[in-house]
């Protein structure tokens, strides 16, 4: 009996031996099949012909075996990697001619995918989709006339009532940018249905609005460049291939060396796709403006830059953008990739690269990804390719400066960031006398800000005896100031300050290590300045500013060897701060006092304004209201203010978004509490989840919490455009009053922050924009002001 239990041992471990080699060999050969396609294209040293038939034929070998796992790799690659989808269509066009069945199973398979996109709001993802579908027609997988029924439908889509102008416009610029790879064969086969869609389409564009494009443009002028919608120039582009019989120059086509195999295939018809309906929690894709700073004439000899309408110009541009969002977290690897585009010797590939970086950065809202990432990629471009690259971005720079005049004011604040970083790599060398035109300049021109701003920033990355050694003596007025704290208690003539003793008396004591009580000790005897004037003669008054300006100006005097010290004292006199800001004017005046003793050092002021926020020493409304004041008047334009505007209402942001994923959390552990709760769970676990579970009280008062922090955001947006209202508003009455032009170089940069605001924050504002246009942006308004946020309003209506 034993030996028998012995064998049938050794038979299970056989088995399961057996098994287990089965699954890894199956392993090995899915791995094996997913390198494969992913490497078709790729450089080797056969011809892609070859490399496409011999990877066709080992495929439909592994079919029976691994179907599904094929359906998968293929869809995911042409998604993946839409610069290969004619690689991919000629490979399925291929299968589809060896395996009709297979041929059926993927169209199913990349409908489905596509349905799926488009029901998630994987906007990008289902484009390329239906890019690879259509691709399909000319492998002769897909039937002509099944394809334009489909483009028929979505363009259907877009002429829907009742939904957002952003879904109706992304499905019409998902049939346009399809067009390039399909329209020859759509205008050999079935010409006239083709000119049908294409009729509708302009249709379309001729009756839909543009009131949000102003917004999006990086520039307000349109010389020499125009700045065109983002869909009015596909449309160009498309018909200036029409023009073109549908031939392009860009698109590599393998299938054409399959053609006798490929037209010999059945093809298939596609399933009716009705996209999803509208759903109000739905986000798309916001529209764009087209960013050209090129052309042929900045080019020197060699190859030309396609036109702006040419399609080709569209291609290249979309090839790069999906370089970079593929290489995006790899500066060298991305760099390095942008180099070696395909089609390098056919276009001047330096300032294609540099246009599309440069687009990507002052795209508007906000750029794809961190302002930095596009400043380390062009770094890393200019070792690469140090013959070339650094005087194109040069180039590049001298035209950006050339036309600052009419430059959106947010990508005014990207392009000194970048700068400022860039001159940090290359050792601060520039050829500022070039710029000296812009001494003779009015100090708000946006020339002499930009060189100013770029400096401060200069000075955040180095040091300011070498900022001054860096530009010419005739800069020096440019040059920010030391930066250093102005302490009023040590200066000359500080003993006539009434709070000037007990400041030197807070400086012993804080030295000494005492406690925030003894400090407090120390200003309990300070007169209240307030209580002599008149206005508080019959109320208590809330705050008293002489305590606040001592303290505060001493305390950060103390800390201001460096940041750290600085958040060390705020940390360790927390207590005393909360005790002092009992009120909003309070918390106005810590932020007054701040400035005053930090004013030559704006970055330290916003850390320790971020600092202050963070430790809840002063509320988001109270920064707003002080970026607001009357003694911040003359900064009004300096890049600072806003930079400390719009890091309150993130900050702000951010405290409502936590809340809100909080609450739904705990919604959800409720509710998944209260379904699987049974009779059959044991007790030990029943007691466990029970443990886990919110009480309805808790998530109460998760709800009280997250109303209030609402009405507080509210409260801050209505306050910001409140002040911005007001400050545009007395301007134009002076101005008429004065008969003098009201559109200084400050009003415009005004005008411009307020729209600067209202797009960097557009997901937030949009949820107040019925309260605003009801308080705020009534029609008796400016209609320059008004036309802001209608242009708002329009970005996703």
């Not at 290969?84 to 291929?94: D, M, R």
């Not at 990008?124 to 579908?133: D, K």
């Not at 004037?533 to 103390?558: H, M, S």
């Not at 400050?746 to 411009?752: D, P, S």
Request: aromatic share 10%; with cysteine.
């Amino acid at each position: 009996m034993n030996r028998r239990r012995g064998h049938d041992d050794e038979e299970g471990y056989e088995r399961l031996h057996r098994k287990r080699r089965r699954v890894s060999e199956n392993q090995e050969i899915e791995d094996r099949l997913e390198s494969l396609i992913l490497r078709v294209g790729e450089k080797s040293s056969s011809s892609l012909e070859s490399n496409l038939e011999g990877l066709a034929s080992v495929l439909e070998a592994d079919l029976s075996t691994f179907r599904v796992k094929i359906l998968r790799i293929l869809t995911d690659c042409a998604i993946r990697m839409p610069e290969k989808c004619t690689i991919y269509a000629t490979l399925v066009g291929l299968l589809n001619a060896k395996n009709y069945n297979f041929g059926g199973e993927f169209v199913d398979y990349i409908v489905k995918t596509f349905k799926e996109n488009l029901k998630v709001g994987k906007w990008n993802a289902a484009r390329y989709c239906l890019r690879f579908i259509a691709d399909l027609v000319n492998c002769h997988v897909l039937a002509a006339s099944s394809l334009l029924t489909l483009l028929e439908t979505l363009v259907d889509s877009a002429n829907e009532d009742g939904v957002p102008h952003v879904r109706r416009d992304w499905f019409v610029f998902a049939v346009l940018s399809a067009l390039p790879w399909v329209g020859r064969e759509l205008y050999e086969k079935k010409e006239s249905q083709l000119d049908h869609l294409l009729v509708t389409i302009e249709v379309f564009l001729n009756k839909r609005s543009k009131k949000h494009w102003p917004a999006l443009k990086v520039w307000s002028a349109d010389s020499p460049h125009l700045q065109e919608e983002y869909l009015d120039c596909l449309w160009s582009q498309i018909k200036k291939l029409k023009q073109d019989n549908w031939s392009e120059k860009h698109i590599p086509r393998p299938y054409l060396a399959f053609d006798s195999i490929l037209c010999e295939a059945l093809q298939h018809t596609l399933p009716a796709i009705q996209p999803p309906p509208h759903n109000d929690t739905d986000t798309y894709p916001m529209p764009r403006v087209i960013f050209r700073m090129f052309d042929y004439t900045d080019c020197p000899d060699g190859p030309v830059l396609p036109g702006v309408h040419s399609i080709e110009r569209f291609l290249i541009e979309e090839h790069l953008h999906n370089i970079i969002e593929t290489y995006h977290l790899e500066r060298k690897e991305c760099a390095a990739q942008l180099l070696c585009f395909p089609y390098k010797a056919k276009i001047p590939l330096e300032y294609c690269i540099v246009e599309v970086i440069f687009a990507e950065l002052f795209n508007l809202p906000k750029p794809r990804y961190l302002e930095i990432c596009y400043g380390s990629i062009l770094i890393e471009l200019c070792k690469l390719q140090p013959s070339t690259m650094p005087q194109v971005l040069a180039q590049a720079t001298e035209i950006l400066f050339m036309r600052i005049d009419t430059m959106n004011v947010a990508c005014f604040d990207r392009f000194a960031n970048w700068f400022a970083y860039h001159l940090s790599n290359f050792q601060y060398r520039w050829s500022w006398e070039d710029w000296e035109a812009c001494l003779q300049l009015d100090p708000e021109h946006p020339k002499p800000r930009f060189i100013r701003e770029v400096l401060g920033k200069c000075l955040r990355l180095s040091y300011h005896q070498r900022i001054k050694d860096m530009v010419p003596e005739s800069f020096a007025s440019f040059v920010p100031p030391k930066p250093e704290p102005i302490y009023k208690y040590s200066m000359e003539g500080a003993a006539a300050l009434p709070g000037t003793e007990a400041a030197h008396q807070l400086v012993v004591f804080v030295r000494n290590k005492c406690t925030p009580e003894e400090a407090l000790n120390v200003l309990r005897d300070l007169p209240n300045p307030l209580k002599e004037g008149e206005q508080t003669a019959n109320q208590p008054t809330a705050y008293n500013p002489l305590k606040i300006d001592v303290f505060v100006q001493t305390l950060l005097n103390l800390g201001s060897k460096s940041i750290s010290h600085s958040f060390a004292a705020i940390s360790k006199f927390h207590y005393v701060f909360k005790i002092l800001a009992e009120s909003e004017e309070a918390q106005i005046c810590i932020l007054r006092n701040v400035w005053e003793l930090w004013q030559r050092h704006p970055q330290m002021v916003c850390v320790l304004i971020d600092k202050m926020l963070k430790t809840q020493i002063v509320e988001c409304s109270a920064v707003a209201t002080w970026l607001f004041s009357k003694e911040m008047a003359p900064y009004f334009t300096h890049g600072c203010l806003w930079e400390m505007l719009h890091l309150t209402i993130d900050k702000m942001n951010k405290h409502v978004s936590k809340l809100s994923a909080e609450l739904q959390e705990a919604r959800e552990a409720l509710a998944r509490a209260d379904s699987s709760s049974s009779d059959s769970e044991d007790e030990n676990s029943k007691k466990k989840k029970d443990q886990d579970k919110p009480t309805e009280e808790a998530v109460e008062r998760m709800e009280e919490r997250l109303e209030a922090a609402h009405m507080d955001q509210k409260r801050l947006f209505l306050i910001v455009f409140q002040r911005f209202i007001m400050i545009l508003s007395e301007h134009l009455v002076r101005c008429d009053t004065d008969a003098r032009d009201p559109h200084t170089h400050w009003y415009r940069a005004t005008l411009h922050r307020l729209t600067q605001v209202f797009l960097i924050h557009h997901e937030q504002v949009q949820k107040y924009s019925s309260t605003l246009e009801t308080l705020l942006f009534t029609q008796d308004l400016d209609p320059h002001i008004l036309d802001v946020f209608h242009q708002f309003v329009a970005l996703t209506a």
